[in-house]
């Protein structure tokens, strides 16, 4: 495994944490809230993405338009039944999800669910330096490489995972300040 790759697969983990971090709510109005939302349409799952344009009218309202209004229903259904909280009203051409402002208990909840998202961003990471520093061990063992490149990489490989768990974790710290903010 070149460090490249390796680079590369951990920057992927960063990203798809960035990515779970953005579907937690914050007090705020924002689209993404809906990514992991999917729908029961004409018998299988669809995104509600592709089934509607969200939008954000103002800060604490997100707003659902489906592309076929037969699908209002269905949509209606998999908003209550997600995790997100919140409750779609429905006026026979819109779905509007109003966000209400989050408690200190909720906020704590989502700091906690943040927090979970970022050890799972870790454990990506770290199972990538395992996979990368085993592949090292393979290669030194073969005598591809000798002992001191085997160190040497291995030590970039665990420079590169300090520096992609510190990215994770301010990206935590920037989400927990954003979700405690009032």
Excluded: C, W
């Excluded at 495994?1 to 709510?25: C, G, P, W, Y």
């Excluded at 040497?152 to 520096?163: P, R, S």
Aim: aromatic share 4%.
């Amino acid at each position: 495994m070149k460090l490249a790759d390796v680079e590369s697969t951990m920057q992927k983990s960063v990203e798809a944490t960035l990515r779970s971090f953005n579907t937690i709510r914050t007090g705020r109005a924002n689209a993404s809230l809906l990514d992991k939302i999917v729908v029961d349409y004409y018998g299988s799952e669809t995104p509600l993405k592709s089934l509607a344009s969200i939008s954000t009218p103002d800060a604490s309202t997100l707003q659902i338009q489906p592309f076929d209004r037969s699908s209002m229903g269905a949509i209606e259904k998999a908003i209550s039944l997600s995790d997100i909280g919140l409750t779609p009203n429905n006026d026979g051409q819109i779905i509007r999800l109003n966000i209400p402002p989050l408690t200190s208990d909720r906020r704590k909840e989502l700091v906690k669910l943040a927090a979970k998202y970022a050890e799972e961003g870790k454990v990506a990471i770290r199972n990538v330096r395992r996979d990368a520093i085993d592949s090292i061990r393979k290669l030194e063992k073969s005598g591809e490489i000798s002992e001191d490149d085997a160190r040497d990489q291995q030590d970039q490989v665990q420079k590169l995972t300090d520096k992609f768990s510190a990215k994770v974790e301010q990206l935590l710290s920037d989400k927990e300040k954003d979700i405690m903010t009032v």
